[in-house]
């Protein structure tokens, strides 16, 4: 019985340190997701989302318009579009978010367009060896407030310095249900990297 007795209270002790873990790593997510770091650095550096034959998504399109705002005013020379193709046997979500910062005047030498990643570990690790291969160690990543936690996480595990930019019009960020559900989902995310899955 007294074994018993230490076996349970030992799961009880465990499952409410895993639940003051979890709410923990929870607000950290939208303490950062309500945070604004951005500063000079080597790149700006845009993470994707959906498109459509070509058009970004209004997801997608709320963080093209940040990254034009931060490129305008000067907070990196360069700015590095990323994303894959999704499927889209016509149009990459890098290729997309490059060729919109050049509509709206971005000189096309300063874009260099990721276009082949398909996770957000993917993109880091890829953005990364780009701007390692340049001298590069530092930039401002710009994503939904809910993403740039882990964002900031895989960087820093590549050696990469980011200062995370939220997109102020994100209509994720916007709607409470969207937010509360894709920070749960970064907060899943988190914990199977932790565990060594790459995603």
Same mark, same amino acid.
């Given at each position: 019985m007294?074994?018993?007795?230490?076996?349970?209270?030992?799961?009880?002790?465990?499952?409410?340190?895993?639940?003051?873990?979890?709410?923990?790593?929870?607000?950290?997510?939208?303490?950062?997701?309500?945070?604004?770091?951005?500063?000079?650095?080597?790149?700006?550096?845009?993470?994707?989302?959906?498109?459509?034959?070509?058009?970004?998504?209004?997801?997608?399109? @709320? &963080?093209l318009e940040? *990254?034009?705002?931060?490129?305008?005013? =000067? /907070?990196?020379?360069?700015? #590095?579009?990323?994303g894959?193709?999704?499927?889209?046997?016509?149009?990459?979500?890098?290729?997309?978010?490059?060729?919109?910062?050049?509509?709206?005047?971005?000189?096309?030498?300063?874009?260099?367009?990721?276009?082949?990643?398909e996770?957000?570990?993917?993109?880091?690790?890829?953005?990364?060896?780009?701007?390692? @291969? &340049?001298?590069?160690? *530092?930039?401002?990543?710009?994503?939904? =407030? /809910?993403?740039?936690?882990? #964002?900031?996480?895989?960087?820093?595990?590549?050696?990469?310095?980011?200062?995370?930019?939220?997109?102020?019009?994100?209509?994720?960020?916007a709607?409470?249900?969207?937010?509360?559900l894709?920070?749960?989902?970064?907060?899943?995310?988190?914990?199977?990297?932790?565990?060594?899955?790459?995603?």
């Amino acid at each position: 019985m007294r074994l018993r007795h230490w076996i349970l209270l030992f799961l009880l002790v465990l499952l409410a340190a895993a639940t003051l873990w979890e709410v923990s790593l929870y607000k950290t997510i939208r303490r950062q997701a309500a945070r604004d770091e951005a500063r000079p650095a080597d790149a700006i550096v845009v993470f994707g989302a959906a498109e459509y034959n070509g058009r970004p998504s209004p997801v997608y399109l @709320a &963080r093209l318009e940040h *990254t034009f705002y931060l490129e305008e005013h =000067g /907070f990196a020379p360069l700015v #590095i579009t990323t994303g894959g193709s999704g499927g889209d046997p016509h149009f990459t979500e890098g290729g997309v978010g490059r060729d919109y910062l050049i509509q709206q005047g971005v000189d096309a030498q300063k874009i260099l367009a990721e276009t082949h990643s398909e996770t957000t570990f993917e993109t880091v690790k890829a953005v990364a060896q780009m701007l390692k @291969a &340049r001298g590069k160690s *530092t930039c401002v990543a710009v994503s939904d =407030g /809910f993403h740039l936690y882990r #964002i900031k996480l895989l960087f820093a595990s590549f050696g990469i310095t980011a200062y995370p930019s939220p997109a102020p019009d994100s209509p994720i960020e916007a709607e409470p249900f969207a937010r509360a559900l894709y920070s749960l989902r970064e907060l899943l995310t988190i914990n199977l990297w932790h565990l060594g899955f790459h995603v």
